[in-house]
């Protein structure tokens, strides 16, 4: 996608409705003025794994990628572009983003799909070789299973630019609603009751049955040590 640039110095004022941005690779760095509605709404489409032509004002295009955005974090519109030259026909290295497909067991039980690397570093063999997206099938995955970078294909050319044992996805068990962290959290107060001497076994099997709350089993322990003491 073509982005047309004016030329500017590194501390220059911004015209208004303009951003500054930067383009740089190892050997060069050139800084110029976007359109800032332009900008945003080519990046809305390309993303980071887009590639931009960039054309600054009285100078031949370059092609290049988004590296990096800075927002307004209140108005939420980019105030300033990172850009990386990249060279047509060369490796680059880059982080595409991850999605998965299907539907597995783990789900249908109640399972949550947890992608735990959302963007994914890969080394493509060229900027026209970048893939959009990476698509991770979670179909066959169960309760407790996670796929790892390693286990993920790849298009034909792309390689991996992290560990192969990085875990990508994880099916986590289901979360308990509030209702069953009540339950588990009273049984774990109960069992130390008990441990401590302060409950019955009887008493805790009422309070864990919902015959009774730990407040009355209590009140009913204190009377019954009373009327001992006073016998």
């Not at 080519?42 to 955005?69: C, H, M, N, Y």
């Not at 009751?193 to 019955?200: I, P, Y």
């Not at 089993?217 to 040590?225: D, G, R, T």
């Amino acid at each position: 996608m073509e982005l047309n640039a004016q030329p500017r110095k590194s501390q220059e004022k911004m015209a208004e409705g303009m951003i500054p941005a930067v383009a740089y690779n190892k050997e060069n760095n050139v800084s110029f003025a976007l359109d800032l509605k332009a900008f945003d709404r080519a990046f809305r489409k390309q993303g980071t794994t887009g590639i931009f032509d960039i054309t600054v004002e009285g100078s031949q295009p370059f092609p290049a990628l988004v590296k990096a955005v800075q927002m307004d974090k209140r108005r939420r519109v980019p105030i300033h572009v990172d850009f990386y030259m990249v060279t047509y026909g060369e490796p680059v290295a880059v982080s595409v983003p991850v999605h998965t497909t299907g539907k597995s067991q783990g789900e249908i039980m109640g399972g949550l799909v947890d992608i735990v690397v959302h963007n994914l570093a890969v080394v493509a063999p060229g900027p026209r070789r970048i893939p959009q997206e990476i698509s991770v099938d979670v179909s066959k995955l169960n309760i407790g299973d996670h796929i790892t970078a390693g286990q993920i294909k790849l298009p034909e050319g792309v390689k991996l630019g992290l560990d192969e044992d990085t875990v990508v996805i994880s099916l986590l068990a289901p979360r308990m609603s509030a209702d069953e962290l009540a339950a588990e959290t009273q049984a774990v107060q109960v069992a130390g009751m008990v441990a401590a001497g302060e409950l019955s076994e009887e008493a805790a099997a009422a309070v864990l049955e919902g015959d009774a709350s730990i407040e009355e089993v209590k009140a009913e322990a204190a009377a019954e040590s009373e009327d001992s003491s006073e016998a």
